[in-house]
């Protein structure tokens, strides 16, 4: 079982941490650390930047990191040692920079169900699946 797992996460969307968590929970349930992160995009475009406020960036950053800690607080049970980790910038970048970084031993992650014309994983999963250097488990919503 692994030691180390990685749970990417979409605070606004339940489907992208319900059924990982529970796998999670069931694969640290004889110890071991689970890393909870959310990624806040960055603006893309430095032009786009300059439409907001100086300090919107450090703003948001903070909300965020508050709202992640209020998620681990009612959905990580207390037996869990769990660390929740903000990061800024590239979701898929920031979450295999994460992985490494931390040295996790396994990444947990939503996909969601392929429609009729969608067969393959969403963009961030499927570049996570194929550049990831720990082993990936991807589970369905």
């Not at 990191?65 to 959905?75: F, G, I």
């Not at 979450?95 to 014309?117: G, S, T, W």
Request: overall charge neutral.
């Amino acid at each position: 079982m692994p030691k180390k797992i990685l749970l990417p996460i979409d605070l606004n969307a339940p489907a992208s941490w319900i059924k990982p968590m529970a796998e999670a929970q069931t694969m640290l349930a004889q110890g071991g650390e689970l890393h909870v992160v959310s990624v806040l995009p960055d603006f893309g475009l430095s032009m786009v930047g300059t439409f907001f406020k100086a300090g919107f960036e450090q703003t948001a950053l903070h909300h965020f990191s508050e709202a992640l800690r209020a998620w681990v607080r009612q959905n990580v049970p207390g037996a869990i040692e769990v660390h929740p980790h903000v990061l800024h910038g590239n979701i898929y970048d920031e979450i295999l920079r994460a992985a490494d970084k931390l040295e996790v031993d396994l990444i947990i992650l939503a996909a969601h169900r392929p429609e009729a014309a969608d067969y393959l994983l969403g963009p961030n999963a499927a570049r996570i699946v194929r550049h990831a250097k720990q082993s990936v488990y991807v589970v369905r919503g």
